[in-house]
């Protein structure tokens, strides 16, 4: 086992350890400190097992006029892409067990993209779960225009650091049921 890997299994357990029931309140609470504009399109996630859970939050961001976004699997070692969705918008189970948008919803490409993640540190790296699709994804939609990846998170699940290589694309900002704290990412 590498080191990256011990340490995703390491970072799954705590976060296990971690999940909060009263999580998605506190979380959604700072909605407005995302101070996002008002034709920002938001693109989240359902949370899957015990991922830091973002619904509420983007249940308040669609009431403030957000339109939403929910991203689907292509194929393996590909980006995301990512459908327009509102909140009664029936969702189908990918093989890997997340839920996805319907195939017939119309593509859109976020402004704003809500990260799920297994660890996080001070520098803005994300350890996600090995697969690279928010990193592909980000390095794609960053070099066609401004693209924010705000990481949702418990505060526990900060560790001292990440390790990455050249193609890890970094977060903006995480939101935990602590607040918002923003990363200052080199150009």
Same mark, same amino acid.
């Given at each position: ?63 403030? %006029? ?26 189908? &189970? ?15 490409? &976020? ?11 001070? *520098? ?31 505060? %526990? ?5 990440? &390790? ?11 939101? *935990? ?8 990412? &080199?150009?």
């Amino acid at each position: 086992m590498n080191a990256k890997t011990t340490l995703r299994k390491a970072a799954a357990e705590r976060r296990c350890r971690l999940a909060d029931p009263g999580f998605a309140e506190r979380v959604a609470s700072y909605a407005g400190a995302l101070a996002l504009g008002p034709s920002t399109l938001v693109s989240g996630y359902v949370a899957f097992r015990d991922e830091a859970d973002p619904a509420l939050l983007m249940q308040i961001l669609a009431a403030r %006029g957000h339109a939403l976004a929910l991203p689907a699997i292509t194929a393996k070692g590909e980006a995301l892409r990512f459908h327009r969705w509102q909140q009664d918008d029936a969702l189908a &189970p990918h093989p890997y067990g997340v839920l996805e948008p319907h195939v017939s919803a119309e593509i859109v490409f &976020p402004d704003v993209l809500l990260v799920p993640l297994l660890a996080f540190d001070a *520098s803005g790296h994300r350890l996600g779960y090995g697969g690279g699709y928010y990193d592909r994804t980000l390095e794609k939609l960053r070099a066609q225009k401004k693209v924010t990846a705000i990481g949702i998170a418990y505060a %526990g699940q900060e560790i001292a650091a990440v &390790p990455h290589g050249p193609h890890d694309q970094r977060l903006d900002a995480v939101l *935990s049921e602590t607040g918002l704290r923003r990363f200052s990412n &080199p150009a």
